[in-house]
């Protein structure tokens, strides 16, 4: 864990790129949201996982370097299959590149972590495959905006009172269909947008 807030802190990263807490791991850092988590899985793992176990690292003996590089390479396979199913872009060699990252991934599992138990997350990510095809970039159809705005209504004061806050939604979408139909029935069905 040092090793990992160690590269948080220091790696320099690009302005576009998700913030994640410089205290990861500890509880005052709070729920890490998913973004967060693919930016730790995409950048700050790598560099940190390789700077501890890959080439030119040392340990206890040959036995504990051979499984701490056998970790890393799966761990690595990974993270190459998040990051190639979070690309902003999407083709059908990265379409496939990523089931075979996320197929040897879970396929190798149990050999890497024989005390890991079998999860239906696990089979879910294999079907991001078939989502890829159908839907194209994971961009267009994740839901990072819907949990942004579920994190800002629970920080929302509420003296217990959340179900006020989902009827005022609920209300609100309501106005404006009816508004919208509204303005559609007057103008032949042309709506006019603002630019």
């Known amino acids: 864990m040092a090793r990992i807030r160690e590269v948080v802190r220091d790696t320099d990263t690009p302005s576009w790129l998700e913030s994640v807490p410089h205290n990861f791991g500890d509880a005052s850092a709070g729920n ?11 950048v700050y793992f790598p560099i940190s996982l390789v700077s501890l176990w890959g080439e030119g690292t040392t340990h206890h003996s040959p036995a504990v370097a051979n499984s701490l590089r056998q970790v890393l390479d799966h761990t690595m396979t990974l993270v190459s299959a998040v990051s190639l199913a979070c690309g902003r872009t999407m083709t059908k060699t990265r379409m496939m590149a990523y089931r075979d990252n996320i197929t040897q991934w879970v396929g190798q599992l149990p050999t890497i972590h024989p005390n ?3 999860r239906t997350n696990f089979h879910m990510a294999i079907h991001v495959y078939d989502f890829l095809c159908l839907f194209g970039p994971v961009r267009s159809w994740w839901s990072f905006p819907f949990e942004r705005l579920v994190g800002q209504l629970q920080r929302l004061p509420h003296n217990h009172l959340f179900g006020i806050y989902i009827y005022l939604v609920i209300i609100s979408v309501a106005q404006y269909q009816c508004l919208y139909r509204s303005i559609r029935s007057n103008n032949g069905g042309v709506v006019h947008q603002s630019s």
Do not use: H, L, Q
């Open 32 to 42: 890490i949201k998913a973004d967060e988590w693919r930016t730790m899985c995409t």
């Open 116 to 118: 890991s138990r079998k």
